[in-house]
């Protein structure tokens, strides 16, 4: 798994910074304090089988990554990963970065930590050896919550609006009084918006609409303790009852076996004709077909759609079509932001690792995040 904002942020760097906008407080203690990321409970070195590695294999591409991250793993060798050749180096490695797959895993029967470039994990923990191996996941939890949060209310506050309506007429320059077609101008004020997954993303997406005066309401699979501006937390088992009170519907759940196709059409039938779906979390949670019905049968007001299944959407697919739709291109988590906050996890995993202390957000691999 590779991710190009991480690489070109090693190229910006390694080419002294320019023009690159670095988040605030992008030191290890101010991304920790930031955004709230959690510490595992023992130090790492409790754990079986670890032992100071000797070798770090690291996703390739771009120069300047080694001296970035040396200082952080004294004494330990970081070896940048060679196209094609990734599982022959592996085969010496005791930790990865930036790199899950079988052919690695198969071949690195030493790797002992894994760490991801993405909060979502669901395509390494599921790979064969994982789990029965015991490795050490850990990923980007929370990082990218306030800019993906952002997206989510720039989409409801377009629908409320009537933005995609008025995208429309505008591409036919067509000076219009009044709502669009077919829609209704309202406010976020007062509405309740129900977010599936209280986690990080979740948590941040919660925080702006209470900020907007909108009642909040949530899921967990955990508990239902919550923070103050969330009104009330539920289980699994209540989301349909939840859905029939909401105003919009946010998908912010981690995709695992318990999460795949829980949008389904009882769900969409549950939901109010005047409210809408946004998903910004994984497309397999949602079966599309039922969704395309309830979007084209009027069961629910319009979807938000930051990622799809399948994903890319092919050019005929019935979503693009479909009323009342905005769909981007998995962008949720672009911004003018510096990637220096992701880094600095990068750098302060790998000197947790090498001495053997506190890991910073540890993958639960039975759950799946």
């Known amino acids: 798994m590779k991710a190009n904002w991480v690489w070109a942020a090693v190229a ?22 930031h955004f709230g990321l959690e510490q595992a409970a023992t130090p790492v070195s409790e754990r079986p089988g670890w032992r100071k590695p000797k070798r770090v294999l690291v996703a390739g591409g771009f120069p300047g990554i080694v001296e970035m991250l040396q200082p952080s793993a004294p004494g330990v060798e970081i070896v940048v990963a060679e196209p094609g050749k990734e599982a022959a180096q592996a085969a010496k490695a005791d930790a990865v970065i930036g790199l899950c797959s079988p052919e690695i895993l198969a071949a690195g029967k030493s790797i002992r930590w894994i760490q991801l470039f993405t909060a979502g994990v669901e395509r390494c923990v599921s790979l064969p050896g994982v789990a029965e191996r015991d490795i050490l996941v850990t990923n980007m939890q929370r990082i990218g919550g306030p800019v993906i949060a952002e997206h989510v209310m720039a989409m409801a506050l377009g629908f409320v609006r009537g933005l995609d309506g008025y995208l429309a007429l505008q591409d036919r320059s067509e000076w219009r009084r009044g709502p669009p077609p077919g ?42 303790t919550g923070p103050e501006f969330v009104s009330y937390v539920g289980l699994p088992d209540e989301l349909q009852k939840l859905a029939s009170e909401a105003d919009f519907v946010v998908n912010a759940a981690p995709l695992t076996p318990q999460t795949t196709g829980i949008f389904d059409a009882a769900f969409f039938a549950k939901m109010k004709p005047t409210a809408y779906f946004i998903n910004i979390a994984r497309g397999r949670s949602v079966v599309t077909s039922a969704l395309v019905d309830a979007l084209d049968s009027g069961k629910i007001a319009g979807a938000g759609l930051d990622v799809t299944d399948p994903e890319p959407l092919p050019p005929d697919h019935p979503l693009w079509k479909a009323p009342n739709v905005i769909i981007t291109p998995h962008v949720a988590n672009e911004s003018d932001l510096g990637t220096e906050s992701e880094l600095s996890v990068v750098r302060e995993n790998l000197r947790r690792y090498v001495a053997g202390e506190r890991m910073l957000s540890v993958v639960d691999v039975k759950r799946g995040y």
């Open 183 to 224: 829609r209704r101008m309202s406010v976020v004020e007062g509405k309740t918006m129900l977010v599936v997954g209280l986690g990080g993303i979740g948590t941040e997406v919660a925080k702006r609409a209470h900020a907007l005066g909108m009642k909040v309401t949530a899921t967990r699979n955990s508990s239902r």
């Open 12 to 33: 910006t760097l390694a080419a002294g910074g320019a023009g690159a906008q670095q988040q605030p407080n992008a030191t290890a203690a101010g991304v920790i304090e």
